[in-house]
């Protein structure tokens, strides 16, 4: 993305937003683009962390006194008075220093500067970079108390469920002294305990969870989204007992790259079972027509695009197949339909990839981070077609009740912020699509991650070969290892393999997530070997003891590149933390899948040419890497923003039927 891109690109067209799209949003972007924003951040971060250690000789009772004082002041948006002869920093910096100091005293993390940056960032509507494992938790949570002082509910995003519990519960003693209560929603509480915990003045939740129970509220409140239609359907009877959420002021996004732009490339819809035994028995048939079909004859697949086309002969065939079943195969577009889903469940979803057969239910993982998506399914009859291939009860078909993107979900809070470890290539999106500019926070010690060049091979067999080997090498110096996979099947098939070589190895994926926090704590011991999909302790130190931090760190070994580079550097920053030795070495195949499905077609015949020649290959494959994952982020890019123009449509198109009631 050029800079002139992002000099001229207009702010977000937001729903009820947060920063406005007039001239206040581009004050704050020349702002952030001449550095003026930069160096009023790095010099309120300084006078905080001095305040801060003024604060560290305050007994605690006048510690406790300075937080209701200070509390008050910024709910009330006053000033706090000042020493004599002192000039008054803003309430926030002051603020700030006091919560640093109760987090020492608290939870025994006292910040550094660049963490009070970061959350003075956060507090000012900036998205942050830190880099990975300098204290994103701690920045948030002290951004979080601030917004909890305003006096209005605070949703802290995270990337999973685990990450939003554990944070609530590790900062809880922080967020209590400072007169907050905090909470982790997670999927499957009772109405009655998600009402409580909404309650609360700071709400831990992944976005999934927080999007699907803003739905869920639309839908008791018959679509109302002001404040005072709201609290009419709240005084209806047993209106208020159906409302969860407390509607959407603030919200902090942890892992911010992850949770606004690779999870938002498909809207959320929540929907209801609408039997159907008509469409029932037409997926089984259709399971049935497809096995007879021929790849190339009677239909072609867009590996890239993940789509199903139907040829003239496969129409043709169709038809006449279908003359003598049911009048729902009698419809060319609902026949057409229902053969392209069934084609897609055979040939494109594929099972420990894409998702898991478990207690009779299939159950979807997350591409992005490889876990399942509790209570998710497909829409448009491609779940029925992948039960009817997987041969388990077939659920019912449903029925849409809500329909919203993440995009426009986000873009409702009124205040937003929020921090990652891996910006590169998004900061224009984030300006684009939500009006969020982005600071980076320096590093508080000079990395010592050493990024090893890329180690390529004809095929995945060879490759797999010469991971194993370095994976013995590593575990021969006693170095642990951290072994990081795209895929569910991968991560078992390379445990499997190291099992035969007689090496016992921990696995973190979809099927192991009840001793997640025990995998990852042991992952820095000496000779450790952790194989892990994308899910790899995220938002987690992996902690080295004293003789692993002088042989060389946690060494971590990437199976094939992702489709964003952004993810290829979440796992290599498992390694080479706050200042900590670390390596990181990536592999990658010839028919790797980036390759496969997003070089272009005219390239692809070079891939015989490099299958023969190292040299030729070792020059080449960098660049065929970086051109995938370039057209694999554009495609990505412009879905989204045909999903954001398609909400917008609707949006407009429902405004004209709504009669405000």
């Given amino acids: 993305m050029s800079t002139g891109l992002l000099r001229w690109a207009p702010p977000r067209d937001q ?76 309430t926030a910096v002051q603020a700030l220093a006091a919560v640093a100091e109760v987090a020492a005293r608290t939870v025994g993390r006292r910040p550094y500067q660049v963490q009070l940056l970061a959350a003075l960032a956060m507090h000012d509507g900036l998205v942050v970079q830190m880099k990975a494992g300098e204290g994103k938790t701690l920045a948030v949570a002290l951004a979080a108390v601030l917004q909890g002082w305003q006096g209005r509910p605070c949703h802290v995003v995270t990337a999973n469920e685990y990450l939003a519990q554990r944070d609530a519960d590790q900062m809880a003693p922080l967020f209590a002294r400072c007169g907050l209560r905090a909470t982790a929603v997670v999927h499957g509480m009772p109405p009655e305990a998600l009402r409580n915990a909404y309650g609360a003045e700071l709400v831990y939740a992944t976005s999934k969870q927080l999007l699907a129970d803003h739905l869920c509220d639309q839908i008791v409140l018959g679509g109302a989204t002001d404040a005072t239609r709201r609290r009419i359907h ?5 209106g208020a007992g159906l409302v969860r959420t407390r509607g959407l002021h603030a919200a902090l ?19 209801a079972p609408q039997p159907n035994p008509l469409l029932v028995s037409a997926v089984l048939a259709a399971r049935d027509i497809a096995d007879g079909l021929q790849d190339g004859l009677h239909y072609r697949i867009d590996a890239r695009l993940r789509e199903v086309h139907l040829t003239d002969a496969g129409r043709a065939h169709l038809e006449d197949l279908t003359r003598t079943l049911p009048a729902v195969w009698h419809a060319p577009e609902r026949r057409d339909d229902l053969i392209r889903q069934a084609v897609s469940a055979r040939d494109l979803f594929l099972r420990d990839r894409h998702y898991i057969v478990q207690d009779g239910k299939i159950e979807i993982l997350d591409e992005n981070t490889g876990r399942v998506m509790e209570g998710r399914t497909w829409s448009y009859g491609l779940h029925q077609a992948i039960e ?3 041969g388990v009860e077939l659920t019912e078909p449903s029925k849409t009740l809500a329909r919203m993107s993440f995009q426009d979900y986000f873009c409702r809070y009124h205040r937003l912020a929020g921090a990652s470890g891996t910006l590169q290539g998004v900061q224009g999106e984030l300006w684009r699509t939500y009006g969020l500019p982005c600071i980076t926070v320096p590093t508080r010690l000079p ?40 895929r569910l099947e991968d991560s078992e098939a390379l445990a ?17 997530t009840a001793h997640e926090a025990a995998v990852v704590a042991a992952a820095g011991q000496p ?27 946690l060494q971590v070994l ?48 070079l891939r015989t040419a490099l299958a023969g020649s190292a040299r030729l290959r070792g020059l080449l494959i960098g660049p065929l890497v970086r051109l995938a994952q370039s057209r694999a982020g554009r495609h990505a890019a412009l879905q989204r923003r045909w999903l954001q123009q398609r909400d917008r449509q609707i949006r407009k198109q429902l405004s004209f039927a709504d009669d405000g009631r």
């Fill in 388 to 390: 009817a291939r997987e």
């Fill in 234 to 238: 709240e005084l209806r009877p047993g």
């Fill in 15 to 90: 729903a009820d937003g947060a920063a406005s799209s007039g001239p206040t949003a581009w004050r704050r972007w020349l702002a952030h683009r001449s550095g003026q924003l930069s160096r009023r951040l790095h010099a309120q971060a300084a006078q905080a962390m001095a305040a801060a250690e003024r604060a560290r000789g305050w007994d605690d009772a006048r510690l406790d006194a300075e937080l209701l004082h200070l509390r008050q002041a910024l709910r009330l948006g006053r000033e706090p008075a000042a020493a004599a002869g002192a000039t008054p920093p803003a």
């Fill in 558 to 605: 990437m199976f094939e590149p992702h489709e964003a580079a952004r993810v290829d550097w979440q796992l290599f920053g498992r390694a080479g933390r706050q200042g900590q030795p670390g390596a990181a070495q990536p592999f990658v195949a010839l028919d790797d899948d980036l390759l496969l499905r997003h070089l272009p077609w005219w390239l692809r015949p």
């Fill in 496 to 512: 499997a393999d190291l099992a035969r070589a007689g090496l016992a190895a921990a696995v973190l994926n979809a099927r192991q």
């Fill in 253 to 271: 996004v942890d892992e911010a790259d992850s949770v606004m732009i690779d999870e938002a490339n498909t809207p959320l819809i929540i929907s």
């Fill in 527 to 553: 000779g450790s070997i952790t194989v892990a999909t994308n899910m790899a302790g995220r938002g987690t130190d992996i902690l080295l003891d004293g003789p692993v931090r002088e042989q060389g760190g």
């Fill in 447 to 486: 990395s010592r991650l050493d990024v090893a060049p890329l180690r390529h091979f004809a095929d995945a067999p060879a490759r797999r070969a010469a991971l194993l080997a370095e994976v013995l090498r590593l575990h021969a110096l006693r170095l642990p290892v951290l072994v990081g996979t795209r």
